[in-house]
């Protein structure tokens, strides 16, 4: 509970007028396009969850972008071990905390080639707005690329 309101106190203190920016910027410099309907995009590809409302972004992959958000979506309840990626104090919420109404916006980017630039596209945001709680991309030494990818923030 006190990382929830860590991050919750986080959110409140961004700016919402460098987050639109970096928003637009990402989307003018890359392959991505807001969509209006999931539905049409049960495919391979890249796609940005935006949440406007906490100045957030998530940066997934998948070979099917509708069910894998859908996933996040419906993920239930977090299992306690999950819910913190670190200490409470810099542990960043995971976007399975979300669900559908506080999704904004979804950018995506069909492509088959879904590994190659996950991280790049994570690493395009300033770390204050991305909710990633880990890089992307292929992790080459398995669990020991994870866990050198942890995100942490000073909350």
């Known amino acids: ?3 929830f309101d860590l991050n919750m106190q986080f959110f409140e203190c961004l700016n919402h007028n460098k987050f639109e920016a970096e928003v637009r910027q990402f989307i003018k410099e890359t392959c991505f396009v807001e969509i209006s309907d999931l539905n049409e995009y049960s495919c391979p590809g890249y796609y940005v969850l935006v949440l406007d409302e906490y100045c957030q972004v998530y940066v997934g992959t998948s070979k099917d972008i509708k069910r894998r958000i859908k996933q996040h979506w419906a993920g239930g309840k977090i299992k306690f071990d999950r819910l913190l990626c670190g200490p409470v104090d810099r542990s960043r ?4 905390s979300f669900r559908a109404l506080d999704t ?3 950018l995506i980017y069909p492509t088959e080639d879904v590994l190659l ?3 790049d ?4 945001f300033s770390d204050e707005f991305i909710c990633n709680r880990a890089g992307g991309g292929v992790l080459e030494f398995g669990l020991l690329s994870l866990i050198a990818s ?4 000073e909350l």
Do not use: H, V
């Open 117 to 119: 630039q996950e991280n």
């Open 150 to 153: 942890i995100k942490k923030r």
């Open 1 to 3: 509970m006190q990382n």
């Open 121 to 124: 596209y994570i690493n395009f």
């Open 93 to 96: 919420l995971s976007i399975d």
């Open 104 to 106: 904004t916006r979804i």
